[in-house]
Nanobody, 127 residues
Framework: QVQLVESGGGLVQAGGSLRLSCAPS???????????MGWFRQSPGKEREFVAA????????YYSDSVKGRFTISRDNAKNTVYLQMNSLKPEDTAVYYC?????????????????WGQGTQVTVSS
């Protein structure tokens, strides 16, 4: 079992910034080959939404139109950690943010393409 631990959520005013982190761990992690790590978000009453993803080896990144130009996904291979730098935050960015990992180069959408998920971290942007 691979466990994903997210951190960095919180309350911020509109226009502010936050950086989320996600690191995998667990007994089977050492034998798990990471292909893609992604960030999703979900707000009450809405479906889970794709935010960004990164291919672990190549570093190729993908973004939803709603965050392109404001959010940046990156990874630190040595730390096995993925980050989501969120700038120019808007109230509509308020959601629980989840990181997820897949072991191959499947499409970044839909969520079922991912093998493991974190517990989520709340991001609240006040107007």
């Amino acid at each position: 079992q691979v466990q994903l631990v997210e951190s960095g959520g919180g309350l911020v005013q509109a226009g502010g910034s936050l950086r989320l982190s996600c690191a995998p761990s667990g007994r089977t992690f050492s034998s798990y080959t990471m292909g893609t790590m992604g960030w999703f978000r979900q707000s009450p009453g809405k479906e889970r939404e794709f935010v960004a993803a990164i291919r672990w080896n190549s570093g190729i990144t993908y973004y939803s139109d709603s965050v392109k130009g404001r959010f940046t996904i990156s990874r630190d291979n040595a730390k096995n950690t993925v980050y989501l730098q969120m700038n120019s935050l808007k109230p509509e960015d308020t959601a629980v943010y989840y990181c997820a990992v897949s072991g191959g180069l499947r499409g970044v959408w839909p969520p079922r393409n991912y093998d493991y998920w974190g517990q989520g971290t709340q991001v609240t942007v006040s107007s």
